[in-house]
Every structure is written in structure tokens, then in C-alpha cells.
């Protein structure tokens, strides 16, 4: 059986020394009063919900899967999952970042971001029950009427209802324009939706009462397109004028797809025949509310491979360290042993430390977006408000692509770790692998972000965002640079920092005479940034360690945050110069392939 330790002292690490984000919280009116023991303490109670709770279900829960009754449409979840979440739902874990005038707790993002981690760590399939029901409530938080945001939105912060976002259609994925169900406008002001949605997370289940779809569908005179989607409120259950649960609305689950993996969670056919929907925002605005609920998911998916890794890299560590077979190459290490553990062996490290390097360099960049989210929407000044938004923006399609084609990565190397035993099911590690595989494919695969990168957010605005994380990258190189303890960590990220804009300004040009060259460029640009970030962390966590240590600090969290990055900086960074060189390679060795492909 795997083993979990929430990795809190990693997260206290990251948000109070590093980010100091209780000094951006004081800026703040409604968090100005929320000190350091306060996240600790609710994040030390968030750790024992998802190690005794949920962490005990994920292997049973991935065996079980969820079963779907035909003839009721109703699906039954693994066993103790529904128990769980009402567990959940008593314990206020729901409302931790929700706002207090709907019943929520009105805790800083970065305290639902922590928990977030820990509960994918322990049951990612488990945790997207609740996890998409935070999306659907920012999208109606921001874009609801009044009427629709009392309706719904306090059931929600309660956890009491569920929610989902119904987009995928059978005939197109993450082309929407392509979508065809249908929205007709009743005389009451509602709406009868007739479609049908597939690969819908957590579309059907028994844990909650209510499920609240958020459904994009076309108006009769909608223009083609993606300009003529909307959005629209469509629950399970009709909800009366006071509050109570009414008839069965047409809305249903018409089937469940057998997955590669997250088979804990009900990845629902759902078929729309008449159902009763209410319009969120404007007509044919529709993507306008979605992306809020979409960025939301994508910052969510990132996690979810975040939480993967860490978990993936503690039993691989426990393993390697157990584990004995063969002897050091440098002469025994255990000698009162008939072998060696496998953690001498240098390449057994490479895989350990890539894990370890990739998780905490990965909660770094989370834990920095979710304080991006927190001053976009609560900052009193407009222009942090504003700033906020536009650096969001930049490193969301890097969370979510970065996180995950990492997290593929390290939970394979993990998995390596154990040998022939890594592929067995009682140890988890191959389930972490077919759970974390979606994450690169759901959400937008990393193609389109990679494309939604490049294309929109860098060269779209010839490159003003990507230049302000310069400047974050240029302050820490001019306060750093001639730190000589800091060079091996400043050095190589200066240079790709001024390596990236002239890059950047390379495929730009060459886009400018055949758009071929963003998509052929954009995959590799995408690493090659999210290198720029993760470097950019890797170096201020060390510049801290070094500090601490210099001030005489004993403790050998830092001389093990130095280590791990030494590591990055020489084995996973150096990635860069063959990213840029593949790049560079051009469109026409991918183009010019019609006889290749025939």
C-alpha cells in the first residue's frame, strides 16, 4: 500500500519565507487580519482530512469505479466515497476560500490551493467532485444575476450541490464553435436546452443532492461560430422559488466512459432533452463566463499533477531507500546487508531528484498564481488588480502544461523506481501514472496551450507580459549577480532570460510570413518558458536556503532545498538549448511530409 505526508512544511516554506504572502494579504481588507499560524494551523487540519479520509479510498475507489444504472441514470460511487464527502462537507472544507456574504469562510486562495494539492496527492479522481464545483462558482460569482447567485451560489459554498461544466460534444473537443446543442427561449424567461455533452467530469454521482451544470448551447439566432455560444444555468433537480428541490429536470446521464484512468471519478455521457436552463450573463457571451470557470480548471489540472508528483516522488523515496539490489559502484555501502539499497545508485537518484525538483519547483509557481488570482480579484488598487490579471494570464496555460507534462514524467520515473513492482497495482505507482495522464489532455491539451502561450499571451501582445516576468527575473539577477554563492543558480537563468527574447522575436518574425511556424515552435516554447519560471523559483528558494544557512540555520531542510537545486539548474534546466534548437528547426520538416504520412 502507497504512503502520504503532506508536504507542509515545503508549502510554510514557499508561501511565508519565500512569497511572504501574508504582506500581500495585508494590503488587503478582508485578509489583512490572516497571519502565518492561522494558514498553518487549518492547513495542518486540511492534511489529516486528506491522509485519513480520502487517501485510504483511492486504490479501492480506482478498482470499484462507478457504476451507472441504466434505467435510472443514477450512478453509484466507489464505496465510502459518498461518506467522505459528506465528512467533507461537515468539516466546512467547501467554504475555506468562498465569500462570506454565501456562507463562505473568506480564506485566502493560497489556503484552498494547499488543500487542494494534498486532497489530489490523496484521491485526485475523489477530489474532482468538489474541485469542479469551485469553477462553476466563479463563473457564476462573477457573471450571475442576483436572483441566480442566491439561488445557487450558498448550496455550493456549503457543498451541499455540486457542479460541472458541460462543453465537450461528441463531434468536437476544444473547437466549440462546432458545438450544436440547442437553447429555445420559453415565455417564463427560461430556456429548453436538447443536446448532448460527453466527457463530463463528475457529471453524474450519489454525493450530492443537486448538481448544477453550467451548459454552453446556441440561441436559434445565434451568429456561427464561437461568437454564438451561451451559457446556461442547467440543474439536475429544477429549483423552486424557495430554495426547495423540484422535479427531476431533463438533463441525464446517458452513459459512463471506461477510462485509462481516474475511475474513482464519473466521466459522464450527458444527454439534454428539454431541459430547463436559465442564461448566464448575455446572449452569445457565453465563453465569456466559461473562461472563468475554464482558467480556473486549468490552474486546477496543474495541481492535480502537482499533487500526483509529490505523492509519486515520497513512496518511490520510502522504496529506494528499502530496496536492496546490488552493491554501490564506489564499494558496499551497506555492509551488514547482502546488498546495497537502490537510493546508491546514481541513476536511481536522477530519477528521485527529477520528482523532487519538479514538485517543488511546481508549488512554487501554484502557490505564486493563486496569490496572482487573490489581487486580481480583491487588491484595492486597480493597477495591482490589473497587473495581477495580465501575469495570471500569462502563467496559466504554463501551470497547467508544464505541471502536467511534468508530473507524466516524474510519476514514470517514480514508477521506474520500483521496477517489475512498479507495475503492480497494490503499490499505486501505476495508478498515479494513468491518473496523471489525463492532466495533459483534458482542460485544453498542451498543444493548445501551448499555442494559447505563444500565440496569444506573448506574441499577441508582442511579448509586454512576458517582458514584466523579466523584470521580475532581471530585479533577482541584479540583486544576485554578484553573489558568488548564487551563481551557479543565477548565472544560467540570466542567460536564458536574455535568450528568450530573441527567441521569442525569431519565431514572431518567421510566424509574420507562415503561421506554421508559431504551431511547429509552440510546444517547445512552452518548456522553454516554463523553464524561465521554474528557474526563476528554483533560484529564489535558494538565495533563501542560503541565506538561512549563512545565518547559522542548522536545519537540513535547506541544505536539502540547495541540493535539489543544484540538481535543477544542472540536469532538468540545460533542457532549454535542445528545446530552442527543435524549435528553430522550422514547420517544414513537419509540413513537407505529405509523402511520409500517406
Not at 462570506?100 to 484521491?123: D, K, R, T
Not at 464545483?133 to 459554498?157: I, N, R, V
Request: aromatic share 8%; net charge negative.
Amino acid at each position: 500500500m502507497p504512503v502520504y505526508n503532506p508536504p507542509l512544511r515545503d508549502m510554510q516554506f514557499v508561501m511565508h519565507e519565500v512569497l511572504k504572502v501574508t504582506d500581500d494579504f495585508k494590503d488587503m481588507p478582508q485578509h489583512a487580519e490572516v497571519d502565518v499560524d492561522t494558514i498553518n494551523a487549518v492547513l495542518e487540519e486540511a492534511g489529516k482530512f486528506a491522509t485519513q479520509v480520502i487517501f485510504p479510498l483511492n486504490i479501492s475507489g480506482d478498482t470499484e469505479g462507478c457504476t451507472l444504472d441504466q434505467k435510472t441514470h443514477e450512478v453509484k460511487t466507489p464505496a465510502g466515497f459518498k461518506e467522505a464527502y459528506k465528512t467533507y462537507v461537515e468539516g466546512g472544507w467547501a467554504a475555506l476560500s468562498c465569500d462570506p456574504g454565501f456562507g463562505g469562510q473568506g480564506l485566502p486562495l493560497v489556503v484552498n490551493q494547499c488543500f487542494y494539492e494534498m486532497m489530489n496527492s490523496a484521491n485526485q479522481a475523489w477530489t474532482m467532485y468538489p474541485g469542479l464545483t469551485h469553477g462553476a462558482y466563479a463563473a457564476l460569482h462573477t457573471y450571475g444575476t442576483d436572483d441566480q447567485k442566491k439561488t445557487y451560489l450558498p448550496k455550493m459554498t456549503s457543498g451541499e450541490w455540486t457542479g460541472t461544466m458541460c462543453l465537450t460534444e461528441p463531434h468536437c473537443g476544444t473547437d466549440l464553435g462546432l458545438m450544436r446543442t440547442k437553447a429555445e427561449p420559453q415565455a417564463d424567461g427560461t430556456y429548453k436546452l436538447t443536446g448532448n455533452k460527453i466527457f463530463i467530469s463528475a457529471g453524474e454521482h450519489d454525493m450530492a443532492e443537486n448538481i448544477i451544470h453550467l451548459v454552453l448551447a446556441r440561441l436559434p439566432d445565434a451568429p456561427p461560430g464561437i461568437k454564438g455560444v451561451s451559457l446556461f444555468i442547467v440543474p439536475k433537480f429544477n429549483v423552486k422559488a424557495d430554495g426547495s428541490l423540484g422535479e427531476r429536470n431533463g438533463i441525464y446521464c446517458g452513459g459512463l466512459e471506461h477510462k485509462m484512468g481516474i475511475h474513482g471519478n464519473a466521466t459522464a455521457q450527458i444527454v439534454i432533452d428539454g431541459a430547463v436552463g436559465t442564461i448566464v450573463g448575455q446572449p452569445n457571451k457565453g465563453m465569456q463566463a466559461m473562461f472563468v470557470m475554464m482558467n480556473a480548471a486549468r490552474l486546477g489540472v496543474g495541481n492535480q499533477s502537482l499533487g500526483l508528483t509529490e505523492v509519486a516522488y515520497q513512496n518511490a523515496l520510502a522504496y529506494a531507500k528499502d530496496r536492496i539490489q546490488m552493491r554501490s559502484l564506489t564499494g558496499p555501502k551497506a555492509k551488514d546487508k547482502p546488498a546495497d539499497p537502490i537510493i546508491v545508485h546514481p541513476d536511481v537518484r536522477r530519477m528521485l531528484l527529477t520528482a523532487k525538483a519538479y514538485a517543488e519547483g511546481g508549488r512554487a509557481l501554484a502557490i505564486f498564481c493563486s496569490v496572482l488570482l487573490e489581487k486580481a480579484h480583491n487588491h484595492p488598487d486597480e493597477k495591482v488588480r490589473k497587473d495581477s490579471d495580465e501575469m495570471l494570464s500569462l502563467l496559466t496555460p504554463i501551470t497547467k502544461a508544464f505541471l502536467t507534462d511534468n508530473g507524466y514524467n516524474a510519476t514514470t520515473q517514480c514508477q521506474q523506481v520500483f521496477g517489475g513492482h512498479g507495475y503492480i497495482k497494490e503499490w499505486g505507482m501505476e495508478q498515479f501514472v494513468r491518473d496523471a495522464r489525463i492532466n495533459m489532455i483534458y482542460e485544453g491539451t498542451n498543444t493548445i496551450q501551448s499555442l494559447d502561450l505563444l500565440g496569444r499571451k506573448v506574441l499577441g501582445n508582442n511579448g509586454a507580459t512576458l517582458k514584466k516576468f523579466g523584470k521580475l527575473v532581471g530585479a533577482l539577477v541584479m540583486d544576485e549577480g554578484v553573489n558568488e554563492k548564487m551563481a551557479e543558480f543565477i548565472n544560467p537563468l540570466a542567460v536564458l532570460g536574455e535568450q528568450i527574447t530573441k527567441f521569442t522575436t525569431e519565431i514572431g518574425f518567421k510566424g509574420l510570413q507562415n503561421a506554421d511556424e508559431v504551431g511547429a515552435a509552440a510546444v517547445d516554447y512552452l518548456r522553454v518558458a516554463g523553464h524561465l519560471v521554474f528557474g526563476y523559483f528554483w533560484a529564489r528558494m535558494a538565495q533563501v536556503a542560503l541565506r538561512e544557512i549563512a545565518a547559522g540555520n542548522t536545519d537540513p531542510f535547506y541544505t536539502a532545498k540547495l541540493q535539489t537545486a543544484r540538481f535543477y539548474f544542472a540536469r532538468l534546466f540545460p533542457e532549454t538549448a535542445s528545446l530552442m534548437r527543435t524549435a528553430r528547426a522550422g514547420s517544414k520538416v513537419l509540413m513537407d511530409t505529405d509523402a511520409a504520412l500517406a
